[in-house]
C-alpha cells in the first residue's frame, strides 16, 4: 500500500454526508493529508446554514494537524467526495490553498493528488504561484 493509498483509506470512512441538525451539513467532502514528520491526519467539510462557517474537509484536516501537533508543513495532501479524485477534482480552493501558504511557505512544495488511479499530482506552487506572502517571508519556493 503506498502513501496514497493510505491517505485514501484513512479519509474514506470520514465520507458519510450527513445533516447534523437544521444548521450544520458534514461529511459530503472528506481529506487526509501526510505531515512533515509522516503522520497522517484527516478532515471532513462542515458547512453551516449562514455560509460564513464553511470549513472545507482540507483545512479542518489541517487544523486537526496543527491543533494536535503543533506542525504547519503537509508533505501531501488528498481530497475527495464519494471516490479518489480523477481529472481535476481534487483540487483545493482558493481558502484552502492560502491556509496552506499561510501556516507555511515551505508548502508550496506540497504534492495535490489530481488523479488517483494514475498518481497524477502537482504541487500547491503550481497551482498557486508568485503568493503575495513570498514578500513579507522574504522567500519564494515551489517556483
Ligand atoms: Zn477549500
Redesign the pocket.
Known sequence: MDIWEQLYTAAKPLYHPEEVNAFIYAHNVVCALQSKSGAIYTGFCIEGLCGTLNL?A??VALLNMYTTSGETEVQRIIAFRDAAPTGMGGM??G??RETLMEFSANNAQTEIMVDYAQRKTVTLGEIFPNWWGSVKTGEVRGE
Do not use: A, Q, T
Request: hydrophobic share 15%; with cysteine.
Open positions: 472545507c482540507e483545512r483545493p480552493c481558502v484552502c
